[in-house]
């Protein structure tokens, strides 16, 4: 259970990434109010995870499903280059996140 909320907390991690963006330098209430709402979120799901996942394990694997999350948002709704370098490391990222999944006990 403690993997999935680690999940969901990435997955607001890409909602509040994607806010800031959308926030316009916080000008537009909508947007900001999705960031703050959004990260509260992330931070509290982030927290119950760390009760049971060592911490190093879910902060890396948090961070690198905004990461990754957060590429592919650029890549296909703001038209950010998808060249293969980026795609390679992206998949590295991606590798290492299912590895440190994988070793965690």
Avoid: H
Avoid at 37 to 64: D, E, H, R
Avoid at 66 to 87: C, H, N, Q, S
Wanted: charged fraction near 10%; charge should be positive.
């Amino acid at each position: 259970m403690a993997w999935l909320i680690l999940f969901i907390a990435g997955v607001f991690e890409i909602g509040f990434t994607t806010s800031l963006k959308l926030s316009d330098n916080f000008s537009n209430f909508k947007w900001s109010a999705a960031f703050f709402i959004c990260i509260i979120f992330s931070f509290l799901l982030l927290n119950k995870a760390i009760q049971t996942i060592p911490l190093g394990t879910a902060y890396a694997v948090w961070t690198g499903i905004g990461a990754v999350g957060t590429v592919l948002m650029g890549i296909f709704f703001y038209k950010e280059p998808a060249d293969f370098w980026r795609l390679f490391f992206v998949f590295l990222l991606i590798g290492s996140i299912i590895g440190l999944k994988m070793v965690s006990k």
